[in-house]
């Protein structure tokens, strides 16, 4: 089983600041990583996949890099409505795992 | 606009059985793999189950693996997960979830499964 390892556990910011989160995984995944948000009683949201393309109607402050191990979730420029928990997601073995979690919270 | 809607939770036994159904609408069920993700609450994503588009495979995690089933009938654009021999540690949101090209892209919503006695 992949294991994907998030870091750091919780991000505190400011709005207007840039986030960086990152997801290393356990073996190579090629670019076969995703992110999701997700706020407080809600579903996850797609923002990205295959490590760097983001999906229908996600904003540009939102991008991926990485391949391989080693993958980058940045936030250009934090709004408000940005603040929750981030998941990376790999498709390239099975089973499918998920990361643990980066929360963003105002700091 | 693509919709996925989970019912079937609820509060059962250790040892029980539970069935939840997702329908799903705005778009051709019958085209995409499926697959079921939980999540404790306050916790992480755990994944579950993938169907084919047509349920002639499946797959299953480990823990999970001979007591739950996944099905779909695309005649009623419907997702299952058959939950058997249920345990505490299966309480958890249960959200069904479309695959494109290998990534769940639409969720719904959850249905909370809670395993107490």
């Known amino acids: 089983e992949i294991v994907l390892t998030q870091s750091p556990a919780t991000l505190s910011l400011s709005p207007g600041e840039r986030a960086t989160l990152s997801c290393r995984a356990s073996?190579?995944?090629?670019?076969?990583l995703a992110w999701y948000q997700q706020k407080p009683g809600q579903a996850p949201r797609l923002l990205i996949y295959?490590?760097?393309n983001r999906a229908t109607g996600i904003p540009a402050r939102f991008s991926g890099s990485g391949s391989g191990t080693d993958f980058t979730l940045t936030i250009s420029s934090l709004e408000p409505e940005d603040f929750a928990v981030y998941y990376c997601?790999?498709?390239?073995?099975?089973?499918?795992?998920f990361g643990q979690g980066t929360k963003v919270e105002i700091k | 606009e693509v919709q996925l809607v989970e019912s079937g939770g609820g509060l059962v036994q250790p040892g029980g059985s539970l069935r939840l159904s997702c329908a799903a609408s705005?778009?051709?069920?019958?085209?995409?793999?499926m697959h079921w993700v939980r999540q404790v609450p306050g916790k992480g994503l755990i994944w579950v189950s993938h169907?084919?588009?047509?349920?002639?495979?499946?797959s299953y995690a480990d823990s999970v693996k001979g007591r739950f089933t996944t099905s779909r009938d695309n005649a009623k654009n419907t997702l299952y997960l058959q939950m058997n021999s249920l345990r505490a540690e299966d309480t958890a949101v249960y959200y069904c979830?479309?695959?494109?090209?290998?990534?769940?892209?639409?969720w719904g919503q959850g249905t909370l499964v809670t395993v107490s006695s």
């Open positions: 073996q190579s995944v090629s670019s076969s």
């Open positions: 169907i084919k588009t047509d349920g002639s495979s499946t």
């Open positions: 295959d490590a760097s």
């Open positions: 997601h790999q498709r390239s073995n099975w089973p499918r795992t």
């Open positions: 705005g778009f051709t069920f019958s085209t995409y793999w």
């Open positions: 979830a479309r695959d494109t090209n290998g990534t769940p892209d639409y």
